[in-house]
T-cell receptor, first 114, second 116 residues
Framework: DADVTQTPRNRITKTGKRIMLECSQT?????MYWYRQDPGLGLRLIYY???????NKGEISDGYSVSRQAQAKFSLSLESAIPNQTALYFC?????????????FGPGTRLTVL | AQSVTQLDSQVPVFEEAPVELRCNYS??????LFWYVQYPNQGLQLLLK??????LVESINGFEAEFNKSQTSFHLRKPSVHISDTAEYFC??????????????FGQGTELSVKP
């Protein structure tokens, strides 16, 4: 069974719609992250959470919001989707005690905004 | 702040040939360094990392990377590639300050294409 799961895996939506991407993990990690991947740009951090009560903006948080419902769940919302939010979105987790900060990634959600 | 530059966006090679994927970084503080691999239609997985100690680190599938502090580089090498190594490779850095810890800065990625 996958340790980090993302739903949905693929989503096509229209401009202006509200979208929620969900991430769940069974690794018992305290830290969770949302990234987006665009061709030629690598992965860019949207939001990260060190624990349920600690949520921080990443480098490209505009147009996004997050919710950490529990240690194991971290959701990303697009309040009003726009075409340039078309991308591959990844959730990741890590363990705070791991100073090397290895991050474990989910399989990704491919989002298309028309 | 840190930044990462992967100098090649695409690297085509023939099977059994050697390969080097280049990565340079900039940072005002000490860093940890990582290479992640993304196989087609999958998420990223850690290939190898440098935290401290020996500057040469190895993966279980024959890749190695050397941390060069003076040149701020962390190039990835393999002496003989296989078709199954075809993937996108990402170099990443994380600073060693706890209050900034947990944030990875990724390079743009290098697509390695191994041809028979």
């Amino acid at each position: 069974d996958a340790d980090v799961t993302q739903t949905p895996r693929n989503r096509i939506t229209k401009t202006g719609k509200r979208i929620m991407l969900e991430c769940s993990q069974t690794k018992g990690h305290d830290r969770m992250y949302w990234y987006r991947q665009d061709p030629g740009l690598g992965l860019r951090l949207i939001y990260y959470s060190f624990d349920v009560k600690d949520i921080n903006k990443g480098e490209i948080s505009d147009g996004y919001s997050v919710s950490r419902q529990a240690q194991a769940k971290f959701s990303l919302s697009l309040e009003s989707a726009i075409p340039n939010q078309t991308a591959l979105y990844f959730c990741a987790t890590s363990l705070a005690r791991d100073w090397g900060n290895e991050q474990f990634f989910g399989p990704g959600t491919r989002l298309t905004v028309l | 702040a840190q930044s990462v530059t992967q100098l090649d966006s695409q690297v085509p090679v023939f099977e059994e040939a050697p390969v080097e994927l280049r990565c340079n970084y900039s940072s005002s503080v000490s860093v940890y360094l990582f290479w992640y691999v993304q196989y087609p239609n999958q998420g990223l997985q850690l290939l190898l990392k440098y935290l401290s100690g020996s500057t040469l680190v190895e993966s279980i599938n024959g890749f190695e990377a050397e941390f060069n502090k003076s040149q701020t580089s962390f190039h990835l090498r393999k002496p003989s590639v296989h078709i199954s190594d075809t993937a996108e490779y990402f170099c990443a850095v994380s600073d060693q300050l706890y209050n900034q810890g947990g944030k990875l800065i990724f390079g743009q990625g290098t697509e390695l294409s191994v041809k028979p």
